[in-house]
């Protein structure tokens, strides 16, 4: 059997979907975490939690996990800076380390913070925070934040982040030194002699298998890179323009990659609201648009940063969500799709896992 | 000074704490330190990370909004009555959140 768990985020609250049936069909939980703006959520596979960042109109940013399928909640510790200034509005993403108890979570205004015991407590790593760049760090309109992390999973020391309006950064010795990853990327909001110092990435994937294979959707193109971001090649012939937000990867293929191009950063919608996938399997050679299922004409939304997600499972499994509370899924790679929800808060972040062989299955 | 701080429900439902506390201090930060350190799960519901009142949360001292918000320095007296709000959110906030998702 192959099975998945998907966490649909939207801006008032989680929904837990658990497949059946060979994921053809899905059993929902009610809305979890209601009254809270839920950024993002994560299944942690080494404890079998699901991990909550949630943010409240008056009460702040919070962390929150479930252990049973969201049956209980708990509030573990938040990221907190000390210097009595900042204060974290967001928490953009949490992710595993690769050491048992490491988290990392991904904070506005722009930061890293690291726990080393599940959550309960957390530091910030300030070597990413004082980078020289960090001084030509400008916040667009949606804040600057740093809201992907990849933690090299056979080598805890290997992380590299990258975040709106900051850029890439990669640390080889688990977060004391940082390098940026920015040559080739272009900036256009930026000086030509800044262009280095703050690209805007939308969206940064480092493949679990392949160390140094890098893809990220920036707000002016799509990239790969073959040497952990040292230099970018840009993928983006064949594509219908170089705006858009998500990344997906396929684990078990390197030179697989998907993104779903938007119409400028003014529209801010599928080109002609005809809504599609692009997949490449050449690592970026060529790319082929996957709409089977979708909705080819009025479709006037966005697929937000973190809303397009991939479950692990053979034959792939993937899900995008969309700011108009649609959820669609995909079990064959992407060549097909069926919309799985509607009427849905905007979705914010959906992801992914296979439950054959986890705790939670 | 004894002060008797009300916690308003919106926050009772995220926090297990008595409607009513009666806490000493003479300033709005000293009644609130009082509260805290008797409930500390308080804090980050009601102060940031830098110890000021959140952007979204208001105090009112016997009917009268604070004006300190980042010092909580407004004197209080025996007797008062300190109420913890939150604020009518949503209008320009969610025009930001919206502007946040799609930038």
Redesign the interface.
């Known amino acids: 059997m192959t099975e998945a768990g998907l966490l649909v985020s939207t ?1 008032k609250g989680l929904i837990i979907g658990r497949s059946s049936n060979e994921r053809t069909d899905w059993e929902w939980s009610d809305l979890q975490r209601s009254g809270w ?1 839920v950024d993002y959520s994560m299944f942690d596979a080494r404890t079998g939690k699901i991990w909550c960042a949630a943010n ?5 940013p ?1 962390l929150h996990y479930t252990s049973d399928w969201g049956e209980t909640w708990n509030e573990t510790g ?1 990221p ?9 509005e ?1 928490i953009w993403t949490v992710e595993p380390g690769a050491v048992d108890g490491s988290l990392y979570a991904g904070i506005m205004p722009a930061a890293l913070f690291m726990s080393a015991d599940d959550g309960e407590t957390w530091e910030e790593v300030r070597s990413l925070t004082e980078h020289p760049y960090s001084k030509y760090w400008v916040p ?4 600057m934040m740093f809201h992907h992390i990849s933690v090299d999973p056979g080598d805890p020391r290997r992380i590299i982040v990258g975040g ?1 309006s900051t850029g890439v950064y990669a640390s080889y010795d688990g977060g004391q030194t940082w390098a940026a990853r920015n040559k080739g990327i272009r900036s256009d909001h930026l000086p030509p002699e800044m262009q280095e110092f703050a690209p805007c990435v939308h969206s940064l994937i480092a493949h679990p298998t392949q160390r140094g294979r890098l893809w990220q959707q920036t707000h002016f193109g799509q990239y790969r890179s073959d040497d952990d971001g040292q230099s970018w090649i840009n993928v983006g012939n064949g594509l219908p323009g170089a705006f858009g937000f998500p990344t997906a990867i396929d684990p078990r293929n390197p030179d697989a990659c998907y993104f779903v191009p938007h119409d400028s950063d003014q529209a ?1 919608m599928p080109y002609g609201a005809s809504l599609a996938v692009y997949r490449t399997r050449d690592a970026g050679d060529t790319w082929e648009r996957l709409s089977e299922g979708l909705p080819q004409s009025g479709f006037f939304q ?1 697929v ?1 940063r973190h809303a397009l997600g991939q479950d692990g499972c053979d034959p792939l499994g993937l899900y995008f969500g969309s ?1 108009g509370g649609e959820l669609y899924g995909s079990i064959d790679a992407g060549d097909s799709w069926t919309l799985l929800r509607e009427h849905l808060a ?1 979705i ?1 972040a959906v992801r992914a896992w296979p439950l054959n062989g986890t705790d939670s299955d | 000074m004894s002060v008797e701080i009300r916690m308003a429900k919106g926050l009772r439902v995220h926090v297990d704490v008595p409607e009513r506390v009666d806490v000493i201090g003479s300033t709005a930060r000293e009644a609130v330190d009082a509260l805290i350190v008797a409930h500390p799960s308080l804090q980050r519901f009601v102060l940031d990370d830098a110890r000021r009142l959140r952007q979204h949360v208001n105090i009112y001292i016997n009917n009268e909004l604070i004006h300190d918000r980042r010092d909580l320095s407004d004197p209080v007296a025996d007797g008062d009555q300190l109420h913890i709000l939150p604020a009518v959110s949503g209008g320009a906030r969610a025009i930001e959140y919206i502007q946040r998702g799609l930038i």
Do not use: K, L, M, N
Not at chain 1, 56 to 60: E, L
Not at chain 1, 140 to 143: I, N, P
């Open positions: 801006r703006i409240h109109w008056q009460w702040g919070r938040t907190v800076f000390t210097d009595g200034e900042r204060t974290v967001a667009g309109a949606a804040g709106s801010r966005t937000y700011s905007p914010t």
